[in-house]
C-alpha cells in the first residue's frame, strides 16, 4: 500500500535531484461490464487497474511518465526515467527543500451510492437488463436487433504535488448502453444510446430509463420513415437540453488553453470583446451536483470550480490547466483532465452549458415562416468551423411543426454562429452527459441548455 510518506519522499527526492514542479497521479480503478443479447446473459467481466503517471515541470519543458506498478521501488524506477528524459534539455538548480503533503477536501457527495457497487451483485443488475430488454421489446417499434451493456466504474485516485497539495477524489459512474437496429423491409436505421448517471446503480429509478429507451426507439423510427431534407440556409431552434452539445462544439473546444495556446482559436486575444450575440452566457461547472461532468477536484488536484466564459456575449475566460494556463499568462481554473493515468492532463470541458434567458419558447417557432426544429444532435467534430449530425429534426412551415426530416446536419464558424442567436429561453433543462475525446483521452461531459434560436444556419442535406 502506498503510504503518504512514500510519496514525500519520492516528491523530495525529484526536487533535490534537478529542480522542477512534480506531480504524481495515482489510479486505482475497478470496472464491470455485462452484455445482454438475446433475452440472455451474453458476456461479462470485470477489471481491476492500478497505476501511477509523474509530470515534470521547468520553464517550458513537460515530462510526463507512467506506470503500472505503484509499489516504492516501481516510483522510484519512474522517476528516474522521468529525471533523465528532463536532463535532456538542460541542466537546473537542485532543492534540497523536503516537500511536506497537506491533504485538502472537496465537497462531499458528488457521486451518491446507498450501497458499495460491489456489494449490489450480478443478480440485480442482470434483473435491470431484463427490465430494459423487455421495455424495448414492447416499445411498439419494428426491431431488427438490439442488446443492452450495463458497465459500472469506480475510480480513486490521489494528485500529490511539490507545492505540498495532496487531493484524493472517488468518480463512481454506472450506465446502460441499448444499441439497436430499427426498420422493416423499406429500410433500417442503427443507432446507440447511453442512459448514464453519476452514482451507484441503487440510485437508478426504473421508469426514467425504461421512458428513455423507448423514446429513444419511437423518435429513431420517426426519423427512418422521415423524407430527406434538402441542403439550404434558414433559422434553426434548438430544443433545450442534449441539444446543447452545439456549445460543446461550436466554442467549448476553442475556449480550452490548450486551443489557445496552440493558434488554434478564433478566441485568441478577445478577452473583454463581444464575441456572441448579447443573450448568450455560456458557463462550464464541474461542481454541479449529479451531472456526469463533475468532481471534487480536477485531473490536478484542483477544486473544481464555476467558470464563465461568455457573459452577455463578452468574452470572459478560458479553461485552464497547469500547463497551458501558464502558456497564455492566467492560472489553473480546475480545468485540467484525464482519462486515466496512461495521459497526462490538459485543458477540458466538464459541464458546460448555455445560461437561460426570458424569451418565450412557442413564440419562437410561431414566428417563423420556415425553419428547421433540432430535438436531438447526433455525432459531430469541433473546433473554429464545427459539424453536427441532426439525429431528429423537424420542418417548421408558416410557424408551426410540419414534418420529420432527416440526413441534415448543421455546420459553421461557431464566432459567427454565436452572434446569431436571437431568442434564448427561460426553462433550462440538463441531459445524461457522454464522452469527450482530445489529447488527454475520454472524460465524462455534459452539455445542455435552454431550447435557442439561431436567425440563420448553414443547413446540409441530401441534394
Not at 470496472?31 to 517550458?60: F, P, V, W
Not at 505540498?164 to 433500417?188: F, I, Q, S
Not at 446503480?201 to 426504473?206: A, F
Not at 408558416?398 to 432527416?406: C, E, H, L, S, Y
Request: charged share 25%; hydrophobic share 35%; glycine share 10%.
Amino acid at each position: 500500500m502506498l503510504t503518504i510518506a512514500a510519496i514525500e519522499a519520492l516528491l523530495s527526492d525529484t526536487a533535490s535531484r534537478g529542480h522542477a514542479f512534480s506531480e504524481l497521479f495515482v489510479e486505482d480503478k475497478a470496472e464491470r461490464e455485462l452484455n445482454y443479447e438475446k433475452q440472455a446473459l451474453a458476456g461479462a467481466q470485470t477489471m481491476h487497474s492500478r497505476g501511477a503517471g509523474l509530470r515534470l515541470i521547468r520553464d517550458h519543458h513537460v515530462i510526463y511518465t507512467y506506470t503500472n506498478d505503484v509499489s516504492e521501488p516501481g516510483l522510484k524506477q519512474l522517476a528516474d526515467q522521468a529525471l533523465a528524459l528532463l536532463q535532456i534539455v538542460g541542466s537546473a538548480t537542485p532543492s534540497d527543500q523536503a516537500v511536506t503533503l497537506q491533504e485538502i477536501h472537496g465537497k462531499a457527495g458528488s457521486n451518491p451510492m446507498q450501497r458499495e457497487l460491489a456489494e449490489i451483485g450480478n443478480r440485480r443488475k442482470l434483473d435491470v437488463l431484463r427490465e430494459i430488454d423487455a421495455a424495448v421489446r414492447s416499445a411498439g417499434v419494428p426491431l431488427l436487433s438490439h442488446g443492452v451493456t450495463y458497465y459500472e466504474t469506480d475510480q480513486r485516485v490521489w494528485i500529490a504535488n511539490s507545492e505540498g497539495t495532496l487531493a484524493k477524489d472517488r468518480r463512481v459512474n454506472t450506465r446502460a448502453r441499448l444499441h439497436y437496429t430499427v426498420g422493416d423491409t423499406e429500410g433500417a436505421l442503427y443507432e446507440w444510446a447511453d442512459f448514464i448517471q453519476p452514482a451507484g446503480l441503487d440510485t437508478w429509478q426504473s421508469e426514467e430509463y425504461i421512458a428513455f429507451f423507448q423514446n429513444q426507439l419511437k423518435t429513431a423510427y420517426e426519423t427512418l420513415r422521415a423524407e430527406p431534407l434538402k441542403p439550404g440556409r434558414m433559422p434553426v431552434v434548438l430544443a433545450a437540453g442534449s441539444c446543447g452539445v452545439l456549445w460543446h462544439e461550436c466554442c467549448g473546444h476553442t475556449l480550452e488553453a490548450a486551443a489557445i495556446a496552440s493558434g488554434h482559436s478564433d478566441f485568441i486575444g478577445k478577452r473583454d470583446t463581444v464575441v456572441a450575440s448579447p443573450k448568450v452566457t455560456i458557463v462550464d461547472d464541474g461542481t454541479l451536483p449529479g451531472l456526469y461532468g463533475s468532481s471534487c477536484f480536477d485531473d490536478e488536484g484542483k477544486l473544481r470550480q464555476r467558470n464563465v466564459l461568455i457573459e452577455k456575449g463578452v468574452l470572459k475566460g478560458y479553461l485552464c490547466d497547469r500547463v497551458h494556463g501558464r502558456q497564455i499568462g492566467l492560472e489553473s481554473n480546475g480545468c485540467g483532465r484525464r482519462q486515466d493515468y496512461t495521459f497526462a492532463p490538459t485543458s477540458r470541458m466538464s459541464n458546460t452549458y448555455l445560461a437561460p434567458g426570458c424569451d418565450d419558447e412557442e413564440e419562437m417557432i410561431r414566428s417563423l415562416g420556415e425553419g428547421l426544429l433540432v430535438t436531438q444532435l447526433g455525432g459531430g467534430s469541433g473546433g473554429p468551423i464545427f459539424s453536427l449530425a441532426c439525429s431528429r429534426a423537424y420542418l417548421i412551415k408558416n410557424g408551426q411543426i410540419d414534418r420529420p426530416v432527416k440526413n441534415c446536419m448543421l455546420t459553421g464558424r461557431g464566432i459567427d454562429v454565436m452572434k446569431k442567436i436571437d431568442r434564448v429561453g427561460a426553462n433550462i433543462k440538463t441531459e445524461y452527459g457522454s464522452f469527450c475525446g482530445a489529447s488527454s483521452g475520454l472524460v465524462p461531459t455534459t452539455a445542455f441548455q435552454p431550447q435557442v434560436r439561431i436567425s440563420e444556419m448553414i443547413i446540409g442535406g441530401e441534394a
